[in-house]
């Protein structure tokens, strides 16, 4: 069993940065690949970045790729998502998610957080 807890999230206005984070409980925290995702307001929830149980591999959506960055840091059991060059249609819960897999995958996930809120105003 893991548990997540997202944090991080707010307003900014667009051009701006973020940086959400994802806490999870657990010894075994190195054993799940992690990813991002995101539901707007009337939409599904999508995919935005993964990162391999290890850190070296990641995955991102196309309207993320070279704006977001994911990391993790396995000696704190955190992962994270840095967001730069923040567009209104960023705007969205963010969710980290947990996959009992070594590669990182937009696929299903076994493990959710609550979510974060973040706004980008125009």
């Known amino acids: 069993q893991v548990q997540l807890a997202e944090s991080g999230g707010g307003l900014v206005q667009a051009g701006g940065s973020l940086r959400l984070s994802c806490a999870a409980s657990?010894?075994?925290?190195?054993?799940?690949?992690m990813g991002w995702f995101r539901q707007a307001p009337g939409k599904e929830r999508e995919f935005v970045a993964a990162?391999?149980?290890?850190?070296?591999?990641?995955r991102y959506a196309d309207s993320v790729k070279g704006r977001f960055l994911i990391s993790r840091d396995n000696a704190k059991n955190t992962v994270y998502l840095y967001m730069n060059s923040l567009k209104p249609e960023d705007t969205a819960v963010y969710y980290c998610?947990?996959?009992?897999?070594?590669?990182?995958?937009?696929?299903?996930?076994?493990?959710w957080g609550q979510g974060t809120q973040v706004t980008v105003s125009p």
């Open positions: 657990g010894r075994t925290f190195s054993s799940y690949a």
């Open positions: 990162v391999s149980r290890g850190g070296s591999t990641t």
């Open positions: 998610a947990a996959r009992a897999s070594a590669l990182p995958t937009a696929g299903s996930y076994d493990y």
